[in-house]
């Protein structure tokens, strides 16, 4: 008999296919499982040596094939491979099929042949009943856009391509981390995917290569043709226009620089030196430091050009070494995650570059064909890469080859045994250098490096990004008159406004004293802020909450000084799984996030996908327009056994926490009392079950359509709580999509009609005596917090960072100021006139 090994990531999806195997086989199939690891604190990964022993375990002359999920699983597989004996090494076969299919497929097909090429063919082709379900018959022109303004896709026919426009706003563009991000959407799909710049067709590139998408250089604004043709074409589209239209999940990281700083280019050139001891470069991460300067030099390492007689030798040295490397990016991602979000990210895309399969395809054929050693190979592959970086016209791409310089080097450390990074620093001191990679950055410690000056550089890069995270004062681009600095030089450095004085004099040593000294003020200012109470000038409480979706998120968010969280945005954790979690497993997700809030209060929302957010486990149905299809509840209420299974996992974790319950997209009483009776059916089972739960949960509902505003007085009756959606509610007042270039100024939180729901929302619920919060991006605006405060709202839920600057915000004004400033502004007759009569207050 064929055997079969599974290899995965996660020992639970791994466990969950060898159970329907085992339903569909009665256990007469010989198959095995290789999957996680033995690190309690992160289990996700892959095993070579686990996998060599699950393929000896099921081993027969018949052969074995391998199904894996991906990235580093097929790296593990092909090494466990090259550790057999050669006897076995033909008999064994690596399967490119989905694994719950394919995997499947195989199994059964195994119980009536043993012929293993039969069975690799039945695995492959094990989508195809899925798809001929879900698509009409081969033979239809692909679907065109009219006039390639397509906005929401049409239904695909088999095979047939279909493609949307849209807009990416991210502030700078497609860069490594929201190229990631679609790279991981678009290679959920059994969909060829590619993406390109509109008005130029020869740019679509693979978007499922990290590499290729970040050569696109998409820049802020810019308009990308996405296209997709296969089975899931259809739902590929969908999901990448809700990422595009959530900027990628990215919050605009420009609002960090210092005050002083819009980066250009010309700001990057030689240094401008006011006094012949004080340099001008680009600031990068705010704060006044005084110390003296210690040089750090990297040694880059270069290996010499050299062949081998031995290919797969050296095939299976790269593949452990990239392997290991894989698992170190993971290992500071997982380390790093919970202090530096945005920042332990980088990492996350640095292993999507270190598995892009363009690269890695290069790699295998530079090998084979040339004969070359895996220092060699790696090196020539990865300068290719980096020269093509340099040539590009921007930049900010320009500055991206310092990434792929930090990988090269990375895995040339593995290969030639030399790993450290050493900075030689022992008291305090600036750290002086020509650039730093995004790894050695990571490894800086800010108690030791008080200020870092590099020669080159930008305020965008991923150093600059770490170095801000890490609270370092620095500034870049100083250009090579930095190298003439010696170790112990006395210096001075303004990260607010890019400044560097080497031996200041006396006089400025006690203006720069000065200096120092009111930044100091201020960064005590700005920390008793966060731990403040959010009030008003006059002494109104306002209760600020945060949104997230990750413990990563509470722990930012708790830093910044909520209380306690708004919105928990339970979808992310249904798409972090390959298939539906089980009420146990999200059970444990809300008591980790219920644990470490403490007593804080705790609004979870009902999984809100469908539409735009499709689910590929749910199967849910495609639609013509997925912004006014199965959205939210209507979604949930349409699969009613999946929303029990969460409200009973809800429930279970409830005990000792101050939970509540919001449910998404509520448009008509029907829907209320629907999921009302869903969830009294859910107390129902736990109390049969002598469940123990929280029995006077607070239930509420998103505000985010205008039919809810419209009857929000009835809607008080039903519910404890209103939460303000004000992004889909500005969507649907305006009648225009959020991800359409053509239309997306008009989605506007500032016009004068969504404030004017925003009005009759609030006094509705005041009338009804219930709660009312409001958790759009709106509540992170600084402009906009005065107005939201005449409105009378007095709870917001926003992004996290934001939350000291309103407490600043708030306690500069009176409810009177804000309540005449709303007044005016209802009375305003546009977006532009309330925003510019915001910003004059």
């Not at 009613?640 to 319950?661: D, M, N, T, Y």
Request: hydrophobic share 45%; with cysteine.
């Amino acid at each position: 008999m064929v055997g079969i090994v599974v290899v995965s990531h996660s020992y639970k999806l791994a466990a969950g296919v060898l159970d329907l195997v085992e339903q569909m086989t009665q256990g007469q199939a010989s198959i095995a499982a290789a999957a996680g690891i033995d690190d309690p604190a992160n289990p996700i990964g892959t095993d070579a040596f686990r996998v060599q022993d699950a393929i000896e375990s099921v081993y027969s002359d018949d052969g074995v094939m391998i199904m894996m999920d991906l990235g580093s699983a097929i790296l593990s597989a092909e090494t466990a491979k090259e550790f057999l004996s050669p006897d076995q090494q033909p008999n064994v076969y690596l399967c490119e099929a989905p694994l719950v299919e394919g995997t499947i497929a195989a199994a059964v097909q195994s119980l009536v042949t043993t012929d293993i090429h039969q069975i690799l063919d039945e695995a492959r082709g094990s989508l195809r009943f899925k798809a001929n379900q879900l698509c009409p018959a081969e033979g239809e022109e692909p679907i065109q856009s009219e006039n390639g303004l397509e906005q929401s896709p049409a239904l695909p026919e088999q095979d047939a391509a279909i493609e949307c426009r849209l807009v990416v706003h991210n502030h700078h563009g497609l860069h490594a981390r929201p190229s990631a991000q679609l790279v991981k959407v678009a290679a959920q799909f059994e969909a060829n995917v590619t993406i390109g710049i509109s008005g130029d067709d020869s740019s679509q590139v693979n978007a499922k290569s990290i590499n290729q998408v970040m050569m696109l250089a998409v820049k802020s604004e810019q308009i990308v043709v996405i296209k997709a043709t296969g089975p899931t074409s259809f739902e590929a589209i969908v999901a990448l226009q809700s990422l595009v239209a959530d900027r990628f999940g990215e919050v605009d990281s420009m609002s960090s620089l210092p005050a002083s700083d819009t980066p250009s280019a010309s700001s990057a050139s030689s240094i401008e030196t006011a006094a012949a001891n004080e340099w001008q470069g680009i600031p990068v991460s705010a704060g006044v430091v005084i110390g003296r300067a210690v040089r750090y030099q990297p040694t880059l390492i270069e290996v010499p050009h050299r062949h081998t007689d031995n290919p797969s030798y050296e095939h299976e040295r790269l593949q452990q070494a990239i392997a290991e490397v894989y698992d170190e990016l993971e290992a500071t991602y997982q380390q790093h995650q919970h202090q530096l979000d945005e920042e332990a990210a980088i990492f996350e895309a640095h292993q999507l570059l270190l598995t892009d399969p363009t690269l890695l395809d290069k790699l295998q054929s530079r090998l084979k064909q040339e004969s070359l050693t895996a220092e060699t190979a790696w090196q020539i592959c990865l300068n290719e890469l980096i020269t093509q970086y340099h040539a590009l016209p921007e930049p900010y791409m320009q500055a991206k080859a310092i990434d792929w310089l930090d990988i090269s080097q990375q895995v040339l450390r593995v290969l030639t045994d030399n790993r450290a990074i050493n900075f030689e620093l022992d008291t305090p001191a600036i750290l002086i250098t020509t650039d730093l990679t995004p790894s050695e950055a990571i490894a800086l410690d800010p108690n030791i490096v008080i200020g870092l000056c590099t020669e080159s550089g930008s305020a965008t890069s991923h150093t600059a990004i770490i170095a801000r995270g890490l609270g370092i004062p620095t500034v870049v681009g100083l250009s090579s008159q930095l190298s003439q600095v010696a170790d112990g030089t006395p210096l001075v450095l303004n990260g607010s406004t890019g400044q560097l004085w080497v031996e200041p004099s006396a006089e400025q040593q006690e203006r720069l004293q000065a200096d120092h000294q009111q930044w100091l003020t201020k960064q005590q200012q700005f920390e008793q802020y966060r731990h403040q109470p959010a009030q008003t000038k006059d002494n109104q409480s306002v209760t600020l909450l945060a949104n997230i979706a990750t413990l990563a998120d509470l722990s930012v968010a708790l830093k910044q000084g909520a209380q306690g969280v708004g919105l928990l945005r339970t979808e992310f954790f249904y798409s972090q799984q390959k298939t539906l979690p089980t009420e146990m497993e999200q059970t444990a997700y809300y008591k980790a996030i219920a644990e470490s809030l403490g007593p804080h209060p705790l609004t979870i929302r009902t999984l809100d996908v469908g539409g735009d957010k499709p689910l590929a486990y749910l199967n849910l149905k495609p639609e013509l327009n997925p912004f006014l299809g199965r959205r939210g509840i209507r979604a949930s209420l349409a699969e009613p056994e999946i929303l029990q299974i969460q409200l009973q996992a809800i429930l279970r974790a409830s005990v000792g926490h101050k939970f509540k319950i919001m449910f998404p997209m509520i448009s008509t009483m029907a829907e209320v009392r629907a999921a009302k009776q869903i969830l009294q059916a859910a107390q129902a089972y736990l109390q049969q079950a002598g469940v123990p739960f929280e029995e006077h949960i607070p239930i509420g509902i998103m505000i985010e359509l205008p039919a809810a505003v419209i009857i929000a007085d009835l809607l008080a009756t039903e519910v404890d709580f209103f939460s303000l959606g004000t992004n889909d509610l500005a969507q649907y007042t305006m009648a225009a999509d959020r991800t359409n270039p053509d239309v997306v100024e008009l989605v506007d939180p500032f016009h004068p009609a969504l404030l004017r729901l925003i009005q009759q929302t609030v006094i509705a619920a005041h009338q009804a005596d219930i709660d009312l919060s409001l958790c759009g991006e709106i509540a992170s605006n600084p402009l906009a917090i005065p107005l939201l405060l005449g409105l009378g709202v007095m709870k917001f839920s926003m992004n996290a960072p934001a939350i000291p600057q309103i407490k600043q915000v708030l306690a500069q004004v009176t409810m009177a100021q804000a309540k005449d400033m709303a007044q005016t502004a209802l009375g305003l007759e546009s977006a532009e006139a309330v925003r510019n009569y915001a910003s004059r207050q």
